[in-house]
């Protein structure tokens, strides 16, 4: 009778509770979905109160300039993504390398690099020149690759062969001899082709015709920084009409004459040598002799237009009829760079420190940590030229009365 109690009592007791908990869900805050502008069977919703919301919950107000006005600081975007394209107008301007199609892989790398760190912002255009007909493979990946337009263009016979003028018997037993001295490059044909082509003919292939500014781009080359301006617009905004991030002393095994043919040009042409110009750049002694600086034209951003003028041609065509791209191996970097110093002013040549940039063996590294951490660049200072014993960047900075960037010392 006991146990039958206790179970009449536990069923009781289990009976209040799920009433209990019944009447607590089906009076539960918890609001039913209602169509939008209705209330519960078509009443008008009550208005809620107000949610109360510190003031510390507020952000800051931003102004105009993008700088937090309580604290003077700028909100941190280090996250955040650029857009796709920079904003502003775009300059008559290309890329433009010289590739054999042997070179894909390689072109394709810097290619990358060109425009991971600058063209994805900019869509420049991309001009391709050869001896030989690029083939369509090449073509495929490189076009897949640019963000601008391509273009594919075979150089003349004319300009990439022995001119008439050349003894080629000569120019043969110079390349053995070179050979049998170990100078570099010194029995190789093409190479003496390349640099002729690149000193006096490129910037007249008819693709280049329709443009004003170049930027040379070789095979294997890396930016180890963001480029977040357009370095084209740049030049022009500022008068400027040939550029480099190397410089250093040319091989002087391979331009023996290549002075004695300035100063036969300087001679005959003295209305070219322009006033203010960057003779002490070259020549310790105002011109007498050659110290061999030269900027590395691996790299260059440039005018067209110059190298088109009358000063340029006249100074191309007198050193070409000497002879030493074949009696000598001249490279078209003292050829361009010699160019540059005499016939434009000093401050038209430019050195982009915030251009970060390998062609082995040499690296250009940016001078100053802040810079580099701005610029998310990846490079070892320790490997930075600039300031090394066989670099002339010092002699560009002190000939042109520029403060060297601070922390020059370090990298010495």
Not at 289 to 303: D, L, Q, R
């Amino acid at each position: 009778m006991a146990s039958g109690s206790t179970r009449y009592i536990r069923y009781i007791l289990f009976a209040c509770f799920s009433l209990a908990a019944l009447y607590f869900l089906t009076s539960s805050s918890i609001p039913t979905p209602q169509l939008p502008g209705s209330g519960a069977w078509g009443s008008t919703p009550t208005a809620k109160p107000p949610v109360s919301v510190s003031s510390s919950d507020i952000p800051p107000p931003i102004d105009s300039s993008g700088t937090n006005a309580q604290t003077g600081k700028t909100p941190n975007n280090a996250g955040v993504l650029p857009p796709p394209t920079a904003p502003g107008e775009r300059m008559n301007a290309t890329f433009v390398t010289l590739a054999r199609n042997s070179d894909i892989w390689e072109i394709a790398k810097s290619i990358r690099q060109v425009e991971d760190r600058f063209n994805r912002k900019y869509n420049y255009d991309w001009v391709f020149l050869n001896d030989k007909p690029f083939e369509d493979d090449f073509k495929k990946l490189t076009t897949s690759l640019v963000s601008g337009k391509t273009h594919y263009g075979l150089i003349p016979k004319e300009h990439w062969s022995f001119p008439d003028f050349i003894d080629q018997e000569k120019a043969k037993a110079v390349r053995e001899d070179m050979a049998q001295r170990k100078i570099i490059y010194g029995d190789s044909i093409s190479y003496r082709h390349m640099c002729r082509y690149e000193s006096g003919f490129f910037f007249r292939h008819p693709l280049m015709n329709q443009f004003e500014w170049y930027w040379r781009v070789e095979p294997s080359i890396e930016l180890y920084c963001d480029i977040n301006y357009d370095t084209f617009k740049f030049m022009k905004d500022n008068g400027k009409k040939y550029s480099f991030v190397l410089s250093l002393y040319e091989y002087v095994e391979t331009i023996p004459t290549l002075w004695d043919s300035v100063k036969n040009f300087t001679k005959k042409y003295p209305e070219h040598i322009a006033q203010g110009n960057s003779m002490g750049f070259l020549s310790d002694d105002d011109g007498k002799t050659y110290n061999h600086c030269h900027f590395w034209s691996n790299f260059e951003i440039g005018n067209l237009d110059w190298l088109r003028s009358k000063a340029y041609i006249d100074y191309f065509e007198s050193l070409d009829h000497d002879g030493g791209f074949f009696y000598e191996r001249w490279g078209d970097a003292p050829v361009h760079s010699i160019a540059a110093a005499l016939t434009l002013k000093k401050e038209e040549i430019h050195f982009f420190n915030d251009i970060a940039y390998y062609h082995v063996p040499f690296t250009h590294c940016p001078t100053g940590e802040q810079k580099r951490l701005d610029l998310k660049c990846h490079c070892n200072p320790n490997d930075n030229f600039d300031w090394k014993g066989y670099s002339c960047t010092t002699r560009y900075f002190d000939i042109n009365g520029i403060t060297k960037p601070e922390g020059y010392e370090k990298e010495q």
